[in-house]
């Protein structure tokens, strides 16, 4: 039987086809289409042409139909498909909105898909829905109640004010070297070996380790820092207790601030960091005399990006520890190496929040008088 709708290309809609299929930037069903037209074109009939290209033969029969109604353009384009009802009305969204971002039931940790679908099904609001739509609802209203953040949520009073202004006006004074604003604080670190010699990169293979490793304990890392003189000593030692650091305050006093006359360090909040600690290790005269020579300044509870040793144990980190380190002897080399390396650099934090910076960016968290 004679074909009622002919192919018949001209010169310049081959040339426009031929460019479609060489440059394959296209959708899957343009070059389809493109190819049923050249095929077609030739003289194949519509059973090898819908074998050719892997499509039905209804495909080809209605390429061709549409190419001698409308011409190229409206055969290679795609058809106005009708718009689907929407599953659920804006109320609905609302509800299943709210219900994702409510607790979930007793037993389950998070709401999920299915959950959703059959607490909407079970409470009469659908009598049916899939996952698809629960899970496109929350994203096209750019929700996502699944997501949480582990954050300090600091205690926000008078007391909290006053750490924070003590400390920001504390940095804001001119170097003293009488009177040296030092920050201390500690991190563990944990002492890891290699179960298996890692193998060496190559020229097209990265350097491979085995996933498998020995843990040797944990060390600690206490860590002095004076911004105003780019200075930083990191302490490798094998725990983190009073009697530690008592023992950082006289070295502090004793041996690198000999000549001051105050030092004003700036600690957390954490149990050991209290001067009482120097009673428990020397005798009264000695921890008074050291007393006396140190002044400190607590930042707030729960505000630790204040002190900015909490700074340089992060470049630190990133810098020399990201390794596996198997003992305390190989820890306290790398930190030396690492240490008078930023020392002879005289390296330093750019610290520009002040005390009125403070109250116009967190007029919030001051008590309302």
Partial sequence: MAKKYIVDLSEEEVLQLQAILKKG??????????????MAAEGETDTAIAAAVRVHVATVERTREKFVIGGLEFALKDGEHPTKPKKLDEKQEAFLIATACSNPPSGRVRWTMQLLAEHLVNIGIVDSISDETIRQ??????????????WCIPEINAEY???????LDLYNEPYDPKKPTLCLDERPYQLVEEVRKPIPAEPGQAERYDYEYKRNGVGNLFALFEPLASWRHIEVTQRRT???FAKQLKDLVDVYYPQADVIR???????????????????PQKARRIIQKVEFHYTPKHASWLNQVEIELSVLSRQCLEQR???VEILSSEITAWETERNQKKASVYWAFKTKDARNKMQRLYPSV
Wanted: charged share 30%; no cysteine; aromatic share 6%.
């Fill in 25 to 38: 930037k296209h959708k899957a069903r343009t070059i389809t289409r493109a190819n049923i037209l050249l």
């Fill in 137 to 150: 609802t929350p994203k096209k209203n750019e929700i996502k109640p699944w997501l949480k953040e582990q």
């Fill in 161 to 167: 004010v006053f750490r924070m202004e003590d400390v």
């Fill in 242 to 244: 009073k009697i530690d």
């Fill in 265 to 283: 360090l700036v600690v957390d909040n954490l149990n050991i960091h209290t001067p009482s600690a120097l009673y428990e290790v020397f005798s």
């Fill in 325 to 327: 380190i198997p003992n």
